[in-house]
Nanobody, 125 residues
Framework: VQLQASGGGLVQPGGSLRLSCVVSGSILDDYAIGWFRQAPGKEREGVSCMSNVDLSTYYADSVKGRFTLSSDNAKNTVNLQMNSLKPEDTAVYYC???????????????????WGKGTLVTVSS
């Protein structure tokens, strides 16, 4: 399984970015997918994750109401729409895959079986 993350960049506060994670090598239903981020000097944290049991989504409190997670099974892609970005959202964002079927909050709290390369998001004026 390979995960390819893309969509990062430099954006002003209040702006938007859309991150995409393409999962190749297997169908999306076999894996629960999540987006994580790591800011300089901080531990990696779960941002938003999707359950492959009921397609529910989990969001960290810091991003609720601003970020939206969605999936396109036909394209084996999971997207993270990020709106109203803040400087504190600056981090390297990673998508991860967990083998099996899980609820969304568990995914965001778990160690992933596979990771994609990170994509840098910088929110600055």
């Amino acid at each position: 399984v390979q995960l390819q993350a893309s969509g990062g960049g430099l954006v002003q506060p209040g702006g938007s970015l859309r991150l995409s994670c393409v999962v190749s090598g297997s169908i999306l239903d076999d894996y629960a997918i999540g987006w994580f981020r790591q800011a300089p000097g901080k531990e990696r944290e779960g941002v938003s994750c999707m359950s492959n049991v009921d397609l529910s989504t989990y969001y960290a409190d810091s991003v609720k109401g601003r970020f939206t997670l969605s999936s396109d099974n036909a394209k084996n892609t999971v997207n993270l729409q990020m709106n109203s970005l803040k400087p504190e959202d600056t981090a390297v964002y990673y998508c991860g895959a967990l083998i099996g079927t899980y609820y969304s909050d568990y995914v965001c709290e778990s160690a992933m079986d596979y990771w994609g390369k990170g994509t840098l998001v910088t929110v600055s004026s």
